[in-house]
Structure formats: structure tokens, C-alpha cells
């Protein structure tokens, strides 16, 4: 039997990009919709208050290749979350005139 893909049940993953350089993993998952829903909740969790104001970027990233010999690769940058919680700030409700 040949393995022509990733049977890996974690393929996705999330890496905040720290300056002026390293990274730390946020969280993995099986699709890039369970990393997307998870990485704001690891991001208190994982990312120390001394290090979120160096985080430039998070990357979305894919495994690429065979489980055994392959690489990640960068799908699309998260946007950077704006509370220490990783949620949201709530926004002031649109005024109507």
C-alpha cells in the first residue's frame, strides 16, 4: 500500500511570527477551519504578555508531502487578535442618522 498523501489527522496548523525572529505554535487541527476557530483561544494560553506586541504576523499553515518527509507551508496570514483573551473588543453599534 502507498501513502500518496498526508494521513495525518493534524495537517493545519497556526504559528505566530515573533520579531525580530522565532515563533511559537499556537495550535493544530485536521482542517483549516478547526485551526481558524481554535488559534484565538490559544492565543492567551500560549502567548506570554511580554511577547504580543513582537507577534507580526500569524500564519496559517498546511503539511505539505508525506507524513514522513514533507514540509509546512504557508496558506494565508490570521488576522492578529486585539484583546489578551484572543477575542475581539466589541464595537460600538453603528449610529443610524
Known amino acids: 500500500m502507498s501513502i ?13 511570527c515573533l520579531a525580530p525572529g522565532g515563533e ?18 490559544a ?8 511577547d504580543r506586541p513582537t507577534v507580526r504576523t500569524i500564519s496559517l499553515q498546511r503539511w505539505t508531502g508525506q507524513p514522513w518527509a514533507g514540509q509546512w507551508e504557508h496558506q494565508k496570514n490570521l488576522p492578529l487578535p ?11 453599534p453603528e449610529v443610524e442618522e
Do not use: F, N
Request: proline content about 2%.
Open 4 to 16: 500518496s498523501e498526508s494521513t495525518a489527522a493534524q495537517d493545519w496548523r497556526a504559528v505566530a
Open 24 to 41: 511559537r505554535l499556537l495550535c493544530v487541527g485536521g482542517s483549516s477551519a478547526q485551526v481558524q476557530a481554535a488559534y484565538l483561544g
Open 82 to 92: 486585539t484583546s489578551r483573551t484572543g477575542k475581539s473588543t466589541p464595537e460600538a
Open 43 to 50: 492565543w492567551g494560553e500560549v502567548i506570554r504578555d511580554e
